[in-house]
């Protein structure tokens, strides 16, 4: 079975540009989450797919991030304009709905994208 | 909102030793996550506790839910040089999961 995957691994653009992310959940995964992790500190929600609709995008820090879920399936998360405090790791996840999986909630993390704004 | 602080923020640690990271929400959980990540790669689920009181071990690991369900503790006894790595708490509430702000461990050899 097909884990999370992310593209790029790793994007280095200049301020002002735009980069768009890509995160693929495994394959029957409701909830998709895109999180950030700056400098190696914590782990920041951004938003939450059930399905194609947005359950939860209180952690998105402002109008330059856009992310869209069409069909219910692979997600995007746009940044436009970049700015240098946009620079970090971006990590998607994904998780079934309401049903545990062995037991768990767990959540699959992708390999994450590194983002660079110079 | 819901916010979950973990202590310590780093700890080193000589190989053999034990390690103990706290994990605190400032609100009532329906249940906590541990996640592990590698220097270098992303979160990989550990182990979820769910019951008040909760205690689960997983070898060397054992991962304990508080009475009051708003907070959670993981302990490594005698650490090896695999248990290098920031190890995150994540406090479920209904569909969102909030992540702590992790404890880096580094154990010397």
């Known amino acids: 079975e097909a884990g999370v995957t992310q593209f790029p691994s790793h994007s280095v653009i200049e301020k002002g540009q735009t980069v768009t992310l890509r995160c693929d959940p495994i394959s029957g995964h409701d909830n998709l989450y895109w999180y950030r992790r700056v400098m190696g500190k914590e782990i920041k929600f951004l938003l939450h797919f059930v399905k194609e609709s947005k359950q939860d995008e209180s952690g998105m820090p402002n109008n330059r991030f856009l992310a869209e879920r069409t069909g219910g399936t692979y997600s995007t998360l746009k940044v436009q304009p970049a700015e240098l405090e946009d620079s970090g790791v971006y990590f998607c996840?994904?998780?079934?709905?309401?049903?545990?999986?062995?037991?768990?909630?767990?959540?699959?993390f992708g390999e994450g994208s590194r983002l660079t704004v110079l | 909102g819901q916010q979950v602080m973990q202590i310590p923020q780093y700890q080193h640690v000589q190989e053999g030793e034990d390690f103990t990271t706290y994990c605190n929400s400032s609100?009532?959980?329906?249940?906590i996550q541990w996640y592990k990540q590698r220097p270098g790669g992303h979160p990989v689920f550990l182990i979820q506790l769910v019951k008040s009181g909760e205690v689960k071990k997983q070898k060397r690991l054992t991962f304990q839910f508080g009475e009051a369900k708003k907070n959670s503790s993981l302990h490594i006894t005698a650490t090896q040089t695999t248990d290098v790595g920031t190890y995150f708490c994540?406090?479920?509430?209904?569909?969102?999961?909030?992540f702590g702000t992790g404890t880096k461990l580094q154990v010397i050899p």
């Open positions: 996840a994904s998780s079934q709905v309401g049903v545990y999986r062995v037991g768990t909630g767990e959540l699959f």
């Open positions: 609100t009532t959980l329906s249940n």
């Open positions: 994540a406090g479920r509430g209904y569909q969102k999961v909030t």
